[in-house]
T-cell receptor
Framework: AQTVTQSQPEMSVQEAETVTLSCTYD???????LFWYKQPPSRQMILVIR??????QNATENRFSVNFQKAAKSFSLKISDSQLGDAAMYFC??????????FGAGTILRVKS | DTGVSQNPRHKITKRGQNVTFRCDPI?????LYWYRQTLGQGPEFLTY????????KSRLLSDRFSAERPKGSFSTLEIQRTEQGDSAMYLC???????????FGPGTRLTVL
């Protein structure tokens, strides 16, 4: 079964600084999708960014970008110019062929003012 | 469209009772997913529907759990003879197609006393 590993249970960043959240995954497939989801405290999960495995170009959404290393099975999220509203639990997720998402354990991001 | 909705938002029940949760997906989404999330962990897949067909069930879904999606619209998740280990947040998500963003509802928090 595919697995997703987030090795950082908790990270802190100063407001306006940059932080990188790590994610590795295990799969034997060549065609798949990767996601970063954000879950603020007591609020619902929302998509941050999405990457298609067959695209070599790293996805970018405003202040959020990924470093997708397919051979290394690594998918890290970089948040630039961190804001207080970025504080949340971040989940890395892999979409299996059967369409379900497999999530990592999450990384709590704290933003200091 | 108001997004994915779930009812009730909170449910407290006594061990051994039956509970039923409802999920209303985004109207044009034919794919609907149920996940379970325990405190501090990533969501775990329970089951998946494409239209009214239940296409996959996790081994986490014991015989006490049943899900339906009549007419391919809303879905219900029923847990019979609840156990304390069933206490968790139950999340519903919907999407248009494989690889697309899954939109999550706010969840139903179940507490079994």
């Amino acid at each position: 079964a595919q697995t997703v590993t987030q090795s950082q249970p908790e990270m802190s960043v100063q407001e306006a600084e940059t932080v990188t959240l790590s994610c590795t995954y295990d799969t034997s497939e060549s065609d798949y999708y990767l996601f970063w989801y954000k879950q603020p405290p007591s609020r619902q999960m929302i998509l941050v960014i999405r990457q298609e495995a067959y695209k070599q170009q790293n996805a970018t959404e405003n202040r959020f970008s990924v470093n997708f290393q397919k051979a290394a099975k690594s998918f890290s999220l970089k948040i630039s110019d961190s804001q207080l509203g970025d504080a949340a639990m971040y989940f890395c997720a892999y979409e299996e062929y059967g369409n379900k998402l497999v999530f990592g354990a999450g990384t709590i991001l704290r933003v200091k003012s | 469209d108001t997004g994915v909705s779930q009812n009730p938002r909170h449910k407290i029940t006594k061990r051994g009772q039956n509970v039923t949760f409802r999920c209303d997906p985004i109207s044009e989404h034919n794919r609907l997913y149920w996940y379970r999330q325990t405190l501090g962990q990533g969501p775990e897949f329970l089951t998946y529907f494409q239209n009214e067909a239940q296409l996959e069930k996790s081994r986490l879904l014991s015989d006490r759990f049943s899900a339906e999606r009549p007419k391919g619209s809303f879905s219900t998740l029923e847990i019979q003879r609840t156990e304390q280990g069933d206490s968790a947040m139950y999340l519903c998500a919907s999407s248009l197609a494989r690889g697309n963003e899954q939109f999550f509802g706010p969840g139903t928090r179940l507490t079994v006393l």
